[in-house]
């Protein structure tokens, strides 16, 4: 996972993980935001969601102190980190100012 992450954060086209956990009740709440996001972007960003249980290293790397944070990346930067639930308008308007 450490590699697809390195390689995917330089890509031109903007790249939205959430840093979740299974036993997160608010990270399971996001799915269907995130559900709703992608089919309002199609193309335009990935979005991807990393386990924090599974990728312990990564999550360590990247200062997720706690779940769910979103983080959009783009040409090798962070552009953009939120902690917390957002709205699909929130995550929207993030995507569109900073992607």
Known sequence: MEAWFAHRVQ???PLLVEFYATWCGPCMAMMPVLDALQT???EAVDIHKIDIDRNIDLAVQQK??????????????E???QAGTLTLVQL????HKHG
């Open 40 to 42: 309002a972007l199609g």
């Open 64 to 77: 997720v102190m706690g779940v769910p944070t979103f983080a959009l990346y783009k040409q090798g930067k």
């Open 11 to 13: 890509s031109e086209k």
């Open 79 to 81: 552009v953009w980190r």
């Open 92 to 95: 929207l308007e993030a995507v």
